[in-house]
């Protein structure tokens, strides 16, 4: 039998749905991603280190991007052992997590079956909505 994962995925967390042997595993990965810039003063764009100007702002998506390469990291290590994969989810992590995928030899080799657009939903939705895409012949 072959082990199918769904991913659920946005920027705060992944919901990963595996079918095997007639059983259904959920688990649920946090991303961690900060949102906002925190500046001390309203209005403050950045620091001063020494006679250098810091712009918080750059460092800020700087370590977005590093958040959201580590977060993606974790999703694709725990879906590894999946035979065939389908992402779906709203915005564009679910893209950046397809593009992971694909960049990843050991995960990658045509095991991503689908990726879709879908708005936020419950988690008895999503377990609906992977086994119905895998029950479906493609």
């Known amino acids: 039998m072959k082990k199918q994962t769904g991913i659920w995925i946005d920027s705060t967390k992944a919901i990963i749905v595996t079918l095997n042997d007639g059983k259904e595993f959920i688990c649920e990965i946090q991303s961690n991603l900060e949102n906002k810039v925190y500046h001390d003063k ?3 764009k950045g620091s001063f280190q020494g006679n250098q100007h810091i712009n918080s702002d750059k460092t800020f998506e700087e370590r977005k991007k590093h958040q959201m390469n580590n977060f993606l990291k974790d999703v694709v290590t725990s879906v ?3 035979d065939e ?3 779906f989810g709203p915005a564009e992590t679910k893209i950046k997590l397809q593009q992971k995928i694909n960049d990843d030899k050991l995960t990658g080799n045509g095991k ?3 990726v879709e657009t879908s708005d936020n939903m419950t988690s008895n939705q ?3 909505k ?3 895409f895998y029950s479906e012949p493609h």
């Open 126 to 128: 999503i377990v609906a």
């Open 42 to 44: 309203e209005g403050d």
């Open 80 to 82: 590894q052992e999946s």
């Open 130 to 132: 992977v086994k119905k």
């Open 112 to 114: 991503l079956k689908s």
């Open 85 to 87: 994969l389908y992402l």
